[in-house]
């Protein structure tokens, strides 16, 4: 009896499951620095969806490349056009999704920039963490008569193949894991925008230690604000979970192993082996392969839950105008289009999970059912 219903619940639910959402791809172009020389644009042309490169002799046919995407951000979109259109995953944290937002590109194109605004942060520069906490805030004050959130984060940083906690600076073990594949980090408790402008202020601190002015670290290492919701149905009394990853990547520029040796050479290894190890993840979530290679490095087990399952995510590739930086720009655009080639199937999001809770909580509803009968 019993049994039966549950395994026949199993099967709808993982049918639900199946119904994942795809991965989008935001391509964003920076504008030239102040105080640079005015050099030629690598990059020719910018539609909303495509964005076309001059290609240079030297890297193979000359000519233009075009590639598209699901938005291209020119030199001058603000950080507020940028959050606007990453605006609906926030939402869907609060229906109990998965999310994971990321920053890819190399060194010096405007990964940080994206993410979390520049040095001197004013209320207007502020990048996609600070307004994705915000808007988190502010919608689950709109919802607060029927539901009731608990929100906290967690910040690490990936370097070298170690985890480091950055709320509290110490290397962290990656034991037991909770929920969402974020090692035993701090989990701290954050009610208001003010709280997580604080704590992002502590993690910045803590990940500039161990850098010096001819070591940032900050562009070789990968660092992730994780942003866990806990939301109570107030009518119902049925419980969601949400997650959110926020990840400022290592620069994926690649380095002549010819001319590092040392620490920096370990580093390289380390980064190529963890982007490459996204590479894999990503291709063979693209080939639909059965098995999908999350183990092969910290990153990517860091992102397991984000990368497949229902989770919804979101690429933002940064690229720099600077001629110089047109074999990395071809490199980082390639990886970019094969990233948006993932269809992990039809983004029917709010049914989808409305479906999923139904089906989690029968599939409890009887398991508890089950166990009062043993
Ligand atoms: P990354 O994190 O990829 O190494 P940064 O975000 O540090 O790159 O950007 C490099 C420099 O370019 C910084 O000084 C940053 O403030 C500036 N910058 C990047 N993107 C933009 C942008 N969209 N508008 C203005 N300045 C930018
Ligand atoms: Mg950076």
Not at 233 to 254: N, Q, W
Request: proline share 3%; net charge neutral.
């Amino acid at each position: 009896g019993y049994q039966r219903v549950l395994e026949e619940n199993r099967k709808l639910y993982n049918q639900v499951q199946d119904l994942k959402g795809s991965i989008r791809v935001y391509c964003r172009v920076r504008p030239f620095l102040p105080g640079q020389p005015n050099r030629s644009n690598s990059v020719e042309h910018i539609e909303e969806g495509s964005i076309s490169i001059s290609v240079p002799t030297k890297y193979g046919k000359e000519g233009h490349r075009s590639f598209n995407f699901n938005k291209v951000f020119g030199p001058s979109a603000t950080q507020e056009e940028v959050f606007a259109d990453t605006r609906p995953l926030i939402r869907s944290v609060l229906d109990g999704f998965n999310v994971c937002i990321f920053a890819y590109g190399q060194t010096g194109s405007g990964k940080t920039h994206t993410m979390t605004g520049p040095k001197e942060l004013t209320e207007q520069s502020q990048g996609v963490n600070y307004r994705a906490l915000s808007d988190l805030f502010l919608l689950s004050e709109q919802r607060k008569d029927t539901f009731s959130y608990d929100v906290s984060v967690q910040m690490i940083e990936i370097y070298n193949e170690q985890v480091r906690d950055l709320l509290v600076a110490d290397e962290i073990r990656n034991s037991s894991q909770n929920g969402v594949n974020v090692p035993d980090a701090n989990l701290v408790p954050v009610s208001t925008p003010s709280d997580v402008l604080e704590l992002m202020t502590i993690g910045h601190r803590n990940r500039a230690v161990g850098a010096t002015a001819l070591n940032d670290r900050s562009s070789r290492s990968h660092s992730c604000l994780t942003v866990h919701v806990q939301g109570r149905d107030l009518t119902s009394g049925t419980s969601l979970r949400g997650s959110m990853h926020l990840v400022d990547l290592a620069g994926s520029e690649r380095v002549d192993k010819s001319e590092v040796t040392g620490d920096r050479l370990k580093e390289a290894q380390h980064i190529n082996k963890s982007l490459s190890a996204l590479g894999d993840v990503i291709a063979s979530l693209a080939q639909k392969n059965s098995h999908v290679p999350y183990r092969n490095s910290k990153l990517t087990q860091l992102l397991q839950d984000s990368l497949g399952g229902q989770a919804k995510t979101l690429m933002f590739v940064h690229v720099s105008p600077e001629p110089d930086a047109v074999g990395e720009t071809l490199s980082t655009l390639k990886f970019a289009e094969r990233v948006a080639t993932v269809e992990l199937g039809a983004a029917r999001l709010n049914k989808d999970n409305g479906d999923v809770k139904e089906l989690k909580e029968q599939i409890a509803s009887l398991k508890a059912a089950l166990a009062r009968k043993e």
